[in-house]
């Protein structure tokens, strides 16, 4: 079945360190991908997004991801987490025509 | 510009009462969606709008039903609210020239008694 996997539901890391958040999709052809960012009782922003071209793409907050066509993959990456970043992530895939699915989120936690 | 707006912000229900959730876009998109997000299950898609005059349903629209007003307006209405219905409700909009990407309104917290 075509899915978004976010095998994480909950991350902790201390303030400092870096981040790794993983997303998997399983769809045909290369979909159009996302990840938005929730803070607490906030709607959905947009971090970064991949269409096509430079695999690696950097989006707002000083996140990063990497397209990886061989393992289906778009893993979302912050060198040094801020107490800021506590929130919960959700990766996203658009398709052709009005077709978008995400993930189930992956929930950050930061601890000093 | 304002983006996406929703309202109300938060509502509590009886069961079997009837709301209507307002959006409104003001980007010009053609697509408008409505999710509700649950604990551990993500944004599920409701009903969605590809274009002014035409609604589709999405993944979950049982108990709802939608009405494009015009090219910035969607609503979702729940005739007969259930308690499986308490949720956070999300608007968004998207343009398809830009691959889909969407933009959300703030929610709508609803709680059905």
């Known amino acids: 079945a075509q899915s978004v996997t976010q095998p994480d539901i909950h991350i902790t890391v201390s303030e400092g360190a870096s981040l790794e958040l993983r997303c998997n999709y399983s769809y045909g052809a290369t979909p159009y991908l996302f990840w938005y960012v929730q803070s607490p009782g906030q709607g959905l922003q947009l971090l970064l997004k991949?269409?096509?071209?430079?695999?690696l793409v950097q989006g707002i907050k000083g996140f990063e991801a990497e397209f990886k066509r061989s393992q289906s993959s778009f893993n979302l990456r912050k060198p040094s987490v801020h107490w800021s970043d506590a929130a919960e992530y959700f990766c996203?895939?658009?398709?052709?025509?009005?077709?978008?699915?995400f993930g189930t989120g992956t929930s950050l936690t930061v601890i000093p | 510009n304002a983006g996406v707006t929703q309202t109300p912000k938060f509502q509590v229900l009886k069961t079997g009462q009837s709301m209507t959730l307002q959006c409104a876009q003001d980007m010009n998109h053609n697509s408008m969606y409505w999710y509700r997000q649950d604990p551990g299950m993500g944004l599920r898609l409701i009903y969605y709008?590809?274009?002014?005059?035409?609604?589709d349903k999405g993944e979950v629209p049982n108990g709802y039903n939608v009405s494009r007003l015009n090219k910035r307006e969607f609503s979702l209405r729940l005739e007969s609210a259930a308690p499986s219905q308490t949720s956070v409700y999300f608007c968004?909009?998207?343009?398809?020239?830009?691959?889909?990407?969407?933009?959300f309104g703030p929610g709508t917290r609803l709680t059905v008694l």
């Open positions: 996203a895939v658009g398709l052709t025509g009005n077709q978008f699915y």
């Open positions: 968004a909009s998207s343009d398809l020239g830009r691959h889909n990407e969407q933009f």
């Open positions: 991949y269409f096509s071209g430079d695999t």
């Open positions: 709008s590809a274009s002014e005059g035409t609604t």
